[in-house]
């Protein structure tokens, strides 16, 4: 098994910046992927951006130039910058790894972006 626990989410005006966490713990092996996505309401959940354990990132393309996946392997943790936030950007975001053939989410944390 394996948990995730986010934060960082909040409040933040059109143009700010938030920077959500995640912390694994439990059987989180040496070779994963994690990565944040996010579900407005009445919409469906999508991808906003996942990385290797190696590095390598892959974004949505609505998120692309504004936000900064990172993770740093040693605490087992991942990070998503968020700048230049959109109302669009509202919505319940969601940490996953993925560990093998098994997909882990978090609880989700509430970024919301006020006009």
């Known amino acids: 098994q394996v948990q995730l626990v986010e934060s960082g989410g909040g409040l933040v005006q059109a143009g700010g910046s938030l920077r959500l966490s995640c912390a694994a713990s439990?059987?989180?092996?040496?070779?994963?992927?994690m990565g944040w996505y996010r579900q407005a309401p009445e919409k469906q959940r999508e991808l906003v951006a996942a990385?290797?354990?190696?590095?390598?990132?892959n974004y949505a393309d609505s998120v692309k130039g504004r936000f900064t996946i990172s993770r740093d392997n040693a605490k087992n943790t991942v990070y998503l910058q968020m700048n230049s936030l959109k109302p669009e950007d509202t919505a319940v975001y969601y940490c996953?790894?993925?560990?093998?053939?098994?997909?882990?989410w978090g609880q989700g944390t509430q970024v919301t972006v006020s006009s």
């Open positions: 996953a790894a993925w560990v093998g053939v098994t997909n882990y």
């Open positions: 439990g059987r989180i092996y040496s070779r994963n992927v």
């Open positions: 990385i290797t354990t190696g590095g390598r990132t």
